[in-house]
């Protein structure tokens, strides 16, 4: 995304990022051109992967064999006890779907993609730390490593070679090497440091390569931490450094936002570089600057996208990811500093009044080649008061897994899944068979006020222009007490198209996990009664009100069935206004 021209200052700064200010005025955020690879671009990388086959590319593999490591950095991050529990009882557990561990094919085994990455990666390391003592841990990561080498050490391929998979294997295999390589077996310890080798060598020709954003970061930070811990990596740590940094430049918008716009993704790239900086630690070596500048900037734009209560709110396929690891990322991160308020090019505006926090989704979704769970969710809100989350997203498109089918994971990426305005039963941006994000949202408006009185914040896309001919503002005010949302839904009629009969639309405030609703007598209201907590209502100028099933899913792939207001009304050619009002009753 992109700023039009004369839209003044650009993107914060690393010192601004640890303001709580925001810039006022009307700006405009327009979606980039770029909607996907094009045809030759995947066939050219398609062939390249082939390549990873060839006996020449196992020939550039070949090299010394290290001896040791230089150094074995800590990981700052805790483990899941459930993952870890479940591995000590046989299997790995990952979104609710489970592997068993006897007779598993590492080369196969039959998992999603997700849960694939999670087993090749090696990332169950940290979870099977977190709850047995090394001399119970070591032999069953020795016996899964082992296992896991035969299948794989010498087969390049898809997906345990994907240059991603490949760096996490090199930050894990590295952080936990008391685990794996604890055995007095010459031969086996022989094998997983020549395997960190050649996965190095594998990364120094394909980290350029990886998926952009947040996957090519994480395949550099792999070849720096190589560079940090293989004897003889002085070459590769400049080769990386500079790699790396931009990788930096081209994951992350200035404002500290992944280019996914996915939370999620904002906590891997923060989690890769947390642990890449604490490899340099390990080496007494300080790490270049810019590292910890893109932290001092990331980590804000996380925690301005958190609730009340710390935890995330759902957007671009995330989950509701508890507070908890929330504190534990930031905390890894050494960043200190307050929660982005409005940050335009990663698409987010952040408003606060007493115990109130309001968050909303104002710019176009992710450009296609950079995300595979994109959702059609601008202008869409969610709400809380103290702990209580009282208007939502339903969240979870891109955790399918046990409990989240691949249809339903689709279903979850429609604007009809988010708190916001649904014109025609259509999604204002397209969601194509293939998955991919298709026409709709190009530009969105912004204007934004401060006042002694509370916030304003106006907005406007165009994923309706083109297709139904109106364009989607919406007006949201939030009272200085946190009291009080007023809100205003119009659809502009654009363009000199005709047209013919009246189009419906439905405004959908899907609701927080456990908020009782009920309709008032007059059909306009809501009482919306929260659990061990305050009272609101809810009040509509016009329209038809109405109670529907809704589900909201948390950060573990779950979902949880829940409630939606369901505002309908339907537009004629001039384009209509709706008026609504969310308000605190003690």
């Not at 003044?8 to 700006?27: M, Q």
């Not at 082939?50 to 290290?66: E, I, N, S």
């Not at 529907?548 to 950060?555: A, F, I, P, Y």
């Amino acid at each position: 995304m992109s700023h039009a021209p004369g839209d003044g200052p650009g993107a914060p700064g690393p010192s601004d990022a640890t303001t709580d200010t925001v810039e006022e005025g009307r700006r405009l955020i327009r979606l980039s051109g770029d909607r996907g690879q094009s045809l030759a671009t995947r066939l050219a990388h398609q062939f390249y992967r082939l390549t990873w086959r060839t006996p020449l590319h196992k020939m550039r593999l070949k090299g010394r064999y290290p001896l040791k490591l230089l150094a074995v950095p800590s990981d700052p991050l805790p483990g899941d006890p459930a993952a870890g529990k479940a591995i000590r009882a046989g299997h790995f557990l990952f979104r609710g779907l489970k592997a068993p561990l006897r007779g598993i094919d590492f080369a196969e085994p039959g998992v999603t993609a997700p849960f694939a990455h999670y087993i090749h990666g090696f990332h169950w390391l940290r979870d099977l730390a977190a709850v047995a003592p090394r001399e119970e841990a070591a032999p069953i990561a020795e016996r899964l490593t082992r296992q896991w080498l035969e299948a794989n050490g010498h087969a390049v391929g898809e997906p345990a070679w994907t240059s991603d998979v490949a760096a996490w294997r090199i930050l894990f295999w590295t952080a936990y090497a008391p685990l794996i390589l604890s055995s007095r077996d010459i031969v086996y310890r022989s094998a997983v440091l020549n395997h960190i080798a050649r996965a190095a060598r594998h990364l120094d020709r394909t980290a350029h390569r990886g998926r952009p954003g947040v996957p090519q970061l994480v395949a550099w930070c792999g070849v720096v931490a190589a560079s940090l811990l293989i004897p003889g990596g002085e070459p590769r740590r400049v080769f990386g450094e500079d790699g790396l940094r931009k990788s930096l430049e081209l994951a992350f918008y200035g404002d500290g936002g992944a280019v996914s716009r996915s939370p999620h993704a904002q906590i891997e790239a923060i989690s890769a570089l947390t642990m890449l900086a604490r490899t340099y630690d390990s080496r007494r070596i300080d790490p270049p600057a810019f590292i910890g500048e893109m932290l001092a900037l990331a980590v804000p734009a996380l925690t301005g996208l958190a609730h009340a209560d710390g935890g995330l709110a759902s957007w671009q396929g995330g989950g509701a990811t508890r507070e908890q690891w929330v504190r534990a990322v930031v905390d890894a991160s050494g960043v200190r500093a307050r929660p982005l308020k409005q940050a335009r090019d990663w698409g987010y505006q952040r408003l606060a009044a007493g115990k109130a926090v309001l968050l909303v989704d104002a710019a176009p979704p992710p450009i296609a080649r950079l995300t595979d769970a994109g959702c059609a969710s601008t202008l869409a809100f969610e709400l809380s008061d103290g702990p209580h989350r009282i208007v939502v997203n339903c969240g979870g498109a891109a955790l399918a897994g046990a409990l989240i089918p691949q249809e339903l994971a689709q279903g979850l990426r429609t604007t009809a899944a988010h708190s916001t305005l649904v014109l025609a039963d259509r999604n204002s941006t397209a969601i194509l068979r293939d998955g991919t994000l298709g026409k709709g949202v190009i530009e969105v408006e912004i204007e934004r006020q401060e006042t002694p009185q509370g916030s304003r914040l106006e907005v406007c896309h165009d994923g309706y222009a083109k297709r139904l001919g109106f364009h989607h503002r919406r007006l949201l005010i939030l009272s200085d007490t946190g009291r009080e949302l007023r809100g205003e839904d119009l659809l502009l009629p654009v363009g000199r198209r005709k047209r013919d009969g009246e189009v419906p639309f439905t405004i959908r405030f899907h609701l927080g996990r456990g908020v009782a609703p009920t309709i008032t007598a007059d059909g306009l209201g809501a009482l919306l009664r929260l659990p061990e907590g305050p009272l609101w209502q809810f009040r509509a100028s016009t329209g038809s009100l109405g109670i529907e099933d809704s589900l909201w899913v948390d950060g573990n792939g779950r979902p949880h069935p829940t409630s939606q207001l369901a505002l309908s009304g339907a537009t004629g050619a001039g384009g209509t206004s709706i008026g609504w009002l969310l308000k605190h009753m003690g």
